[in-house]
């Protein structure tokens, strides 16, 4: 329909926009000159503050601030990630190619590091979040829908509908059963719910 249409195109607009955005502000490195870790896209700071998530390319990276080395990457060059979130100790991505969730386990693990994949939405996820206690996992997308996962169980809990346009940020309450979302129709929304018995 218009909500799967308009996300094509957003998406589209948000590649040119980022392929514009490397080329006229180069890529940060590393002091080693190991290579970017970063190339003008999303970056974020793990819980304990010792690691950064990067979208570097088509992969992510995690990189240990301390040193500056990239301790892990994840993904592949064909199905680029869109957006991650991350902890502790998972990771997740979400991919465009293939419109799958992908979650890692990225610390400390000597067996395979994919937990996990999972088509959350029929659509690209632009958003994704992770509630403090590690247990839910949010995603939105070009729909509009917004979807709350059972991280341990694999699967949906709650579905929101009434944001206008693309899913452009959520962001759990870091104390509370509330999730706020932002969409293309500029507004910021909160969603309360009641845990399941």
Known sequence: GINA????QWYQRRVREAVVS???????QDRQETG???HGRRLILSPDQEFLFCQCENLVKVVEISTGQAVQCFGNEEDAAVTICGNNE??????RASMLIK?????????EALVRSFKAHPVPVTSMSMDS????LASGATDSVIRVWDIENNYCTH???GSKGVVTLLQFHPKKLQLFSSAD??????WIWSPLP
Not at 5 to 8: A, F, L, N, S, V
Request: glycine residues 4%; hydrophobic residues 40%.
């Open 36 to 38: 970017a870790i970063l």
């Open 90 to 95: 998972l990771l997740f991505t979400a991919h």
């Open 133 to 136: 206690t590690s247990s839910l």
């Open 159 to 161: 579905q929101f509908k």
């Open 185 to 190: 129709d500029l507004l910021v929304k909160v």
């Open 103 to 111: 979650q890692w386990k990225w610390r400390n693990s000597e067996d």
């Open 5 to 8: 249409e308009y996300g094509k």
């Open 22 to 28: 490397t080329q006229s502000t180069g890529e940060f």
